[in-house]
């Protein structure tokens, strides 16, 4: 993929992640898991490498996150590594697509000249 296809297909709060499967071990798989994943809505791009049994994930954090992903490949019978390093990369992946959304829906800062949203509206009703 070139630099300027994966600029156009990232939105503002689009991340990607690697997911290891060990379960994919060929072709049909890959399709199955990409056919599933490609349902859920956020989702904006599925990657399948069947030879180094991973999948790569561009989602929408905003309207997705990492668990309901690993959620849908685990309910398709394709459960991720269940490794140490897995589960803390997925605790950490969740955190970070909590933080996005709560960034994304945080109303929008005062300018620095517009105290308006800073203080209190403290003007006096006669």
Not at 31 to 43: C, F, H, N, P, R
Not at 44 to 61: M, N, S
Request: net charge positive.
């Amino acid at each position: 993929m070139s630099r300027d296809q994966f600029i156009k297909m990232r939105g503002v709060w689009d991340t990607r992640h690697w997911i290891a499967v060990p379960g994919l071990s060929h072709e049909a798989d890959g399709l199955l898991l990409e056919q599933s994943l490609s349902a859920l809505e956020g989702i904006r791009l599925v990657q399948i490498v069947p030879g180094r049994r991973r999948i790569r994930v561009t989602y929408d954090q905003t309207r997705i996150d990492f668990r309901q992903i690993l959620e849908r490949l685990e309910s398709i019978g394709f459960p991720t590594s269940d490794s140490w390093w897995s589960a803390r990369k997925a605790e950490w992946f969740q955190y970070l697509d909590r933080n996005a959304r709560e960034n994304a829906h945080a109303p929008e800062p005062p300018c620095c000249s517009n105290p308006k949203g800073i203080a209190p509206d403290r003007s006096r009703k006669k």
